[in-house]
């Protein structure tokens, strides 16, 4: 699913279930280091790693932190939301 049809969904459901009080959120992870990324050729991981902003993978604990923030109280007003947390790829 894209990224676009991800926050189409997200904000649909929010729509939906605001009146029963559930805040829908998602987040659109970028490449992240996973034991699966250790399969990949050096050559498209190297092309992954420098198409991102940050100059790295993500990391699966990035992606937690993300979903903890959105399980939060502080993020109690936030419904309907995509979080891209992808090192900045998508924003360049």
């Known amino acids: 699913m894209t990224t676009k049809a991800v926050r189409s969904l997200a904000r649909t459901w ?4 605001k009146g029963r009080g559930i805040r829908v959120n998602v987040i659109s992870p970028g490449s992240i280091e996973t034991a699966a990324m250790s399969t990949v050729a050096p050559e ?3 092309q992954l790693i420098s198409a991102i902003p ?4 993500g990391t699966s604990e990035e992606i937690a932190a993300a979903a903890l923030f959105f399980a939060s109280a502080d993020a109690s007003f936030i419904t309907g939301a995509n ?8 924003q360049v």
């Open 14 to 17: 929010a729509g939906e279930l």
């Open 44 to 46: 498209f991981r190297e």
């Open 54 to 57: 940050l100059g790295r993978l």
């Open 83 to 90: 979080l891209v947390v992808d090192g900045g790829s998508g």
